[in-house]
């Protein structure tokens, strides 16, 4: 399936986001994730304390 319809939103716990974009490890899902993180680091919100992406999903840690 590679790229997700829709992002597939998943908490972790009380302080993580967790952001999926894809089933499978390829160049459309991880352009996806970075064009995200850098999206979020673009422009800054208060209490996103970091981002962490991987080949297909992005990590958002926030203080809530």
Same mark, same amino acid.
Request: glycine share 6%; charged share 25%; aromatic share 8%.
């Given at each position: 399936?590679?790229?997700?319809?829709?992002?597939?939103?998943?908490?972790?716990?009380? &302080?993580?986001?967790? @952001?999926?974009?894809?089933? /499978?490890?390829?160049?459309?899902?991880? #352009?996806? !994730? &970075?064009?995200?993180? @850098?999206?979020?680091?673009? /422009?800054?919100?208060?209490?996103?304390? #970091?981002? !962490?992406?991987?080949?297909?999903?992005?990590?958002?840690?926030?203080?809530?």
């Amino acid at each position: 399936m590679a790229l997700y319809p829709q992002t597939i939103f998943r908490l972790m716990g009380d &302080r993580g986001l967790l @952001l999926e974009f894809g089933d /499978e490890i390829s160049h459309q899902v991880n #352009e996806k !994730v &970075r064009r995200m993180a @850098l999206a979020i680091q673009a /422009e800054p919100t208060e209490g996103i304390v #970091e981002t !962490v992406p991987t080949y297909r999903s992005l990590l958002i840690l926030y203080d809530p």
